[in-house]
């Protein structure tokens, strides 16, 4: 009896803690392994140029009739569109797409996307809208020009960059790629990367001034003003523009005579995904 008594005094002194019905044991000065650590995001790799299927505004008879100048205005300036490189041609303002049919759209029978590319002409396809058709990037279209809310913008579609200047009541007949105010334009070099096109475009949005001439990505839209651009396209067209506003109609519509100055060898800069 004597010697069970001493062997359960035995196991009890060795028994675990938590057979006794003790709490846990105190691991504070137990060593623990780290926390893990989260490697940081990798960065974010720019947006891939994505090609889709993208078919082009095609004008209505009655449409192409609205684009058209009167004839009134194509007899003024025959002599003129003689001469190489030049046109006539008239612009609407943007108007946002609806899928309500305005009063004007159903006399004139527009339809309600007709602004939406009669705004936009393209002087190196030499046609009104985006220019694009196909499988492509529908960000890199072809315009150069737009017209809405009462100003003229250049450099509007991807990877491109458009200055423009006014000249004010110049006869259009009289401005050359060194007329004074042009050769700021003329002077341009296409960009090496994005990184520095990145940059000319901001400056390019803010304008700025040189030799006494205000330079811009848009400008109001005046009568009797004769207007210079250069517009840079990446692996498209570069090109310089001299065009005339003969008339602005009381609904918004302008119409401007062009004329080409000059076109350049075709840019191409280091794209971001390069």
Same mark, same amino acid.
């Given at each position: 009896?004597?010697?069970?008594?001493?062997?359960?005094?035995?196991?009890?002194?060795?028994?675990?803690?938590?057979?006794?019905?003790?709490?846990?044991?105190?691991?504070?000065?137990?060593?623990?392994?780290?926390?893990?650590?989260?490697?940081?995001?990798?960065?974010?790799?720019?947006?891939?140029?994505?090609?889709?299927?993208?078919?082009?505004?095609?004008?209505?008879?009655?449409?192409?009739?609205?684009?058209?100048?009167?004839?009134?205005?194509?007899?003024?300036?025959?002599?003129?569109?003689?001469?190489?490189?030049?046109? @006539?041609?008239?612009?609407?303002?943007?108007? &946002?797409?609806? #899928?309500?049919?305005?009063? *004007?759209? !159903? %006399?004139?029978? /527009?339809?309600?996307?007709?602004?939406?590319?009669?705004?936009?002409?393209?002087?190196?396809?030499?046609?009104?809208?985006?220019?694009?058709?196909?499988?492509?990037?529908?960000?890199?279209?072809?315009?150069?020009?737009?017209?809405?809310?009462?100003?003229?913008?250049?450099?509007?579609?991807?990877?491109?960059?458009?200055?423009?200047?006014?000249?004010?009541?110049?006869?259009?007949?009289?401005?050359?790629?060194?007329?004074?105010?042009?050769?700021?334009?003329?002077?341009?070099?296409?960009?090496?990367?994005?990184?520095?096109?990145?940059?000319?475009?901001?400056?390019?949005?803010?304008?700025?001034?040189?030799?006494?001439?205000?330079?811009?990505?848009?400008?109001?839209? @005046?009568?009797?003003?004769?207007?210079?651009? &250069?517009?840079? #396209?990446?692996?498209?067209? *570069?090109? !310089? %523009?001299?065009? /005339?506003?003969?008339?602005?109609?009381?609904?918004?519509?302008?119409?401007?005579?062009?004329?080409?100055?000059?076109?350049?060898?075709?840019?191409?800069?280091?794209?971001?995904?390069?």
């Amino acid at each position: 009896m004597f010697l069970r008594v001493i062997i359960l005094l035995v196991l009890l002194v060795l028994a675990p803690h938590h057979v006794l019905g003790q709490g846990p044991a105190d691991d504070s000065n137990e060593q623990r392994w780290p926390d893990r650590i989260v490697p940081p995001d990798p960065p974010k790799k720019p947006l891939a140029r994505r090609n889709v299927w993208v078919f082009e505004y095609r004008f209505t008879s009655d449409e192409k009739r609205l684009l058209t100048p009167s004839p009134g205005e194509q007899q003024r300036y025959a002599s003129f569109l003689g001469l190489d490189d030049t046109g @006539l041609i008239r612009l609407y303002p943007w108007i &946002r797409r609806r #899928s309500v049919v305005s009063i *004007d759209e !159903l %006399v004139d029978r /527009r339809s309600p996307e007709f602004n939406a590319h009669a705004c936009l002409y393209s002087f190196s396809k030499e046609r009104h809208g985006n220019a694009l058709n196909g499988f492509v990037d529908p960000r890199l279209g072809w315009a150069e020009l737009k017209l809405g809310d009462g100003k003229f913008f250049t450099g509007f579609t991807g990877e491109s960059l458009g200055v423009l200047v006014a000249l004010g009541d110049t006869p259009l007949e009289n401005v050359t790629s060194v007329t004074d105010g042009v050769t700021g334009l003329t002077n341009i070099t296409a960009p090496a990367d994005y990184l520095e096109a990145s940059a000319l475009s901001r400056r390019n949005r803010a304008g700025f001034e040189m030799d006494r001439f205000k330079y811009g990505s848009s400008l109001p839209a @005046l009568a009797n003003t004769t207007y210079v651009l &250069r517009s840079t #396209s990446n692996k498209r067209a *570069d090109l !310089l %523009v001299a065009f /005339r506003v003969v008339r602005i109609a009381p609904d918004g519509d302008v119409t401007i005579l062009w004329r080409k100055l000059r076109t350049y060898p075709k840019p191409s800069w280091k794209r971001r995904e390069d």
